[in-house]
């Protein structure tokens, strides 16, 4: 994830001294992942450049249907905005629908890429949930990142929150899913958003689902951003008496080099600090394709998860076990996406 803010950059060049302008590019760019230190990225016109580069790593994502299976392009629209969200709802739901995952891409990636990378659509078929996927537009953040840094987007009936609360209410309604079987999951900036929702609406979301994301309240603005994703994280905003914790889990990488495993560290922590005093801890070991990593586990004292943290060794800022038809992804393993789907249909006990 790379959330920095195309409108300030091209301000910053157009008050550059000459020859600065392509060097603060290629600078920002390669300091952020999107290029490599031999890339050309086109002295004479670097904002052309950038958007080249931002696009090249967007993959088509062709849509795969199992007959009778249905995957639709919706738009949904309130007083905060308008986004577009894909809805894949499974063949089997005709046997009973068992839930809702809103599923939230990362920087550059589109739903559909997102679909095809986390194999979610899969899933929905094997267990019976319908799946919705918003669509952030590059006219509200020109790298299609989701504005988890921005203080407007962090607040409960305001900006994305609203949005994203307001696609999630209204595909539950549509098939009778009930919030105790709703929940949302991401990546990168889409994790960030994911658990600004668990925060701000947990009325609406039973489980939150992180993979390399960010504290809640830790940035309020681009600068804030880049310390945030390098590892300098501030302190937790206050929070309301009456909050509770959001069951909630997590998967990081520790060679993750766009977001320092300190950001999931925080999450971890701010889950657990809004929980109940008296929980139960269980921590294991084991491996996946001769991938290492540990699973920490607490649950509440009457046996109810609270809180899994998967810390995956060798893995980058990618998503864990995803397929490679999508971008940002780790066949490797362990299995991110269907270790949510556990998480999560244990949570409404379905399985």
């Known amino acids: 994830m790379k959330p920095f803010d195309i409108g300030a950059l091209r301000r910053a060049i157009a008050g550059a001294r000459p020859g600065a302008a392509s060097d603060l590019v290629r600078r920002t760019l390669a300091q952020h ?164 929702m668990g925060q701000t609406y947990p009325d609406i979301f039973a489980g939150v689902g992180v993979h390399s994301g960010l504290p809640f309240g830790a940035a309020q603005d681009v600068p804030s951003a880049f310390a945030t994703m390098a590892g300098t994280v501030g302190a937790s905003p206050p929070r309301p008496g009456d909050r509770r914790a959001t069951p909630t889990i997590i998967f990081q990488g520790t060679t993750d080099h766009t977001v320092n495993p300190a950001n999931a560290d925080r999450i971890a922590q701010d889950v657990l600090a809004a929980g109940p005093e008296l929980t139960l801890f269980d921590k294991t070991s084991s491996e996946s394709n001769g991938r290492r990593y540990v699973r920490e586990t607490t649950t509440t004292s009457d046996g109810v998860a609270l809180l899994e943290y998967w810390k995956i060794d060798g893995l980058g800022h990618a998503w864990s076990g995803g397929n490679p038809a999508g971008s940002y992804t780790d066949p490797a393993g362990p299995d991110a996406s269907a270790e949510m789907v556990r998480f999560f249909l244990q949570l409404a006990r379905k399985i």
Request: charged share 15%; aromatic share 6%.
């Open 33 to 196: 992942g999107l290029v490599g230190k031999a890339e050309n990225t086109d002295a004479q016109n670097p904002l052309s450049a950038m958007t080249d580069l931002l696009n090249r790593n967007v993959r088509p994502a062709p849509a795969v249907l199992v007959p009778g299976a249905s995957l639709t392009t919706n738009h949904f629209t309130c007083e905060a905005g308008a986004r577009e969200y894909l809805t894949y709802v499974p063949s089997s739901a005709l046997k009973g629908i068992t839930g809702l995952i809103v599923m939230l891409h990362g920087c550059t990636q589109t739903h559909a890429d997102f679909a095809a990378g986390t194999g979610m659509n899969t899933l929905a078929e094997q267990h019976g949930f319908v799946v919705a996927y918003p669509q952030q537009s590059r006219g509200d953040n020109a790298q299609s990142c989701w504005n988890w840094f921005s203080p407007g987007d962090q607040r409960r009936d305001r900006g994305e929150p609203a949005i994203l609360a307001g696609i999630a209410a209204h595909v539950a309604k549509l098939h009778g899913i009930q919030a105790s079987e709703t929940f949302v999951a991401g990546l990168s900036a889409g994790a960030a958003m994911a658990v600004i």
